[in-house]
């Protein structure tokens, strides 16, 4: 394991914790959004800090919850933060390519995907969302306990990808999950 990589690891999560301190209490997102910060990624390239796997729900803004700019998040949004080979292959892409070393799996309490899934219907293209969620949440009928499994459920489907599972191995990416709290602003960690 190569210890630079451990405490560049390490520097990502708690960057990403600081940065949700000061969303709880902001009346702004301080990030970086500037033209000078947009022609940096541009001519730089872009060099994301975290990749960050989130519900669609238009109460959970990743880059305003963690007071991030531009090209400091990697987001993938689906509702129920659920992934499936195009969201893996988004993962495979930042972590890969990008060296991004640290992937979060970001769920939320109020999750409609979640209660969808709990309730066992869905319609239409919903249903693959639903049925997605359902075998991990079986059998389970409190609702925070549900909203944990899925994050659960969604980092196994992320480590069902070899390449990430080689990079996780040397040391050189972590993956976890964390809620994001909707009332009170704040994202706790887990693992
Ligand atoms: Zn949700």
Redesign the pocket.
């Known amino acids: 394991m190569c210890e630079k990589k451990q405490d560049d690891i390490e520097a990502v999560i708690k960057k990403l914790q600081q940065g949700n301190q000061v969303f709880v209490t902001a009346e702004k997102n301080p990030g970086d959004v500037s033209p000078k910060v947009r022609s940096k990624n541009v001519e730089a390239g872009q060099k994301p800090d975290a990749v960050v796997v989130t519900?669609?729900?238009s109460r959970?803004p990743p880059e305003h919850i963690f007071s991030a700019g531009i090209g400091e998040l990697f987001v993938i949004r689906t509702?129920?933060?659920v992934i499936g080979d195009f969201e893996l292959g988004s993962i495979e892409y930042a972590v890969g390519h990008l060296g991004t070393s640290v992937v979060l799996v970001l769920g939320?309490n109020h999750?409609?995907?979640?209660a969808a899934a709990m309730q066992g219907h869905g319609h239409g293209y919903i249903t693959s969302i639903v049925e997605e969620i359902q075998p991990a949440i079986a059998g389970e009928e409190n609702v925070a306990t549900c909203e944990n499994r899925n994050i659960d459920n969604s980092i196994k489907r992320i480590l069902q990808s070899e390449a990430i599972n080689e990079r996780i191995n040397a040391g050189e990416v972590r993956v976890l999950g964390a809620k994001y709290n909707l009332e009170s602003g704040v994202v706790e960690f887990f693992g």
């Open positions: 519900c669609s729900d959970v509702a129920g933060n939320h999750c409609g995907a979640v």
